[in-house]
């Protein structure tokens, strides 16, 4: 299998800290977003290679960042991948990235595991991709615990067999606290559906929406992350997630 790093966006809330410093590489207890993002998933057995999908403005910071990486002991092979946007204005879009790793790395006959670089969970995830081969694609989820804050997010809901039966993004009228995460896992047999939802003219950005796509064709099964997850999208958070870290560290 092969993991891919979502990380081409230009993080225009976090400004200044984002204008001239991708938002994965800006540190968090001590280290960057993207290390705690691998690390976390290092355990995960029979990972051929990582490719982390940036835009044309970060990725010889990328680059860099990766030889610093494995200099300090990581055990991964890596694949920088420029999407070639220069702004906000052009971005390919979360999806579209994925689509356009895809398709330039010809990549279609291994399973995919697609993180984004800014999605912070504290304990290590191996069981999710073990997990995830049961199904087409698999979401991970997270218990927000409280309705209202869901609405910021998106609602899941579930049968017996952890199957999506419904998903909603940023709902009005949320039924459950349970939110579907920047983590994904798409096994290579649903990999071409990637191609369909993009020539559909379907909306390239979010990668949450393939998943609402997907569900009604093909069974996107679940699985809970344990400990504590941040999606850092502020400075308030960003400050609030450094804080949380340090216990980790």
Known sequence: MNILILAAGYATRLYPLTENKAKP???VAG???IEWVLDNLAPIPDI??????TNSKFAKAFEEWAVGYK???AKMEFTIVNDGSTSDTDKLGAIGDIHHVLKTQDILHQDLL???????FSQPVPGFAEAAKKHPATLAL??????EEIRKYNNVSVNAESVITHFEEK?????TTK?????YYYRKDVLPLIDTYIAEGNNPDQPGRLVQWLYPQVNVGTWDVPGTWFDIGSKETLVEANEVFKKFA
């Open 25 to 27: 590489l800006l540190e």
């Open 31 to 33: 280290k960057p977003m």
């Open 48 to 53: 051929d290679r990582v490719y982390v999908v």
């Open 71 to 73: 200099s300090r002991g």
């Open 114 to 120: 697609v993180v984004a670089g800014d999605n912070l």
């Open 142 to 147: 997270y218990d927000v615990g409280n309705l």
């Open 171 to 175: 709902p009005a009228h949320p039924t």
């Open 179 to 183: 939110t579907g995460i920047a983590l």
